[in-house]
Nanobody, 131 residues
Framework: QVQLVESGGGSVQAGGSLTLSCAAS???????????MGWFRQAPGKDREGVAA??????TYADSVKGRSTIYQDNSRNTHYLHMNSLKPEDTAMYYCAADHRPRQGFGGDCRLGDYEYSYWGQGTQVTVSS
């Protein structure tokens, strides 16, 4: 089993930046490096969308955040992060981290942004960007 705890959300003015963190508690029989880790968001009245994903030496970004966001991870802390710059009001949403165990996936394999591909989810952290 995997437990995910997000932190780092808050209120920020447009143009500002935030770093979200997601700490994972991983079962002892699996390695953090064998997981795809992702960030998703859901704004009121909208579908959940993938923002960024990382794992197996690769990263993936949604077009909406590409160029102004960076996803990275600290394997020693079982934690991954999403740093967002140049925030816009349309970035306002509840942000969720997610994980999926991929014991057969090799280095260079993609971690994609379909929410159906992730088995474990955090409770979410709110990001509000004011104009």
């Amino acid at each position: 089993q995997v437990q995910l705890v997000e932190s780092g959300g808050g209120s920020v003015q447009a143009g500002g930046s935030l770093t979200l963190s997601c700490a994972a508690s991983i079962a002892t029989y699996s390695s953090y490096s064998s997981y795809c880790m992702g960030w998703f968001r859901q704004a009121p009245g909208k579908d959940r969308e993938g923002v960024a994903a990382i794992g197996f030496g690769s990263t993936t970004y949604a077009d909406s955040v590409k160029g102004r966001s960076t996803i990275y991870q600290d394997n020693s802390r079982n934690t991954h992060y999403l740093h967002m710059n140049s925030l816009k009001p349309e970035d306002t949403a509840m942000y969720y981290c997610a994980a999926d165990h991929r014991p057969r996936q090799g280095f260079g394999g993609d971690c994609r942004l379909g929410d159906y591909e992730y088995s474990y989810w955090g409770q979410g952290t709110q990001v509000t960007v004011s104009s």
